[in-house]
């Protein structure tokens, strides 16, 4: 029923240049845990 979700994260993930992408906090387990 839903898009594939890696597809749509990769979209922001690797196109990050535009201003939306620019809003978007990633964070990884490993940087969390530190």
């Avoid at 890696?6 to 969390?32: C, S």
């Amino acid at each position: 029923p839903f898009a594939p979700f890696w597809d749509h994260v990769l979209g922001y993930w690797n196109g990050g240049r535009n201003n939306l992408a620019m809003k978007i906090l990633f964070l990884k387990y490993e940087e969390m845990k530190s």
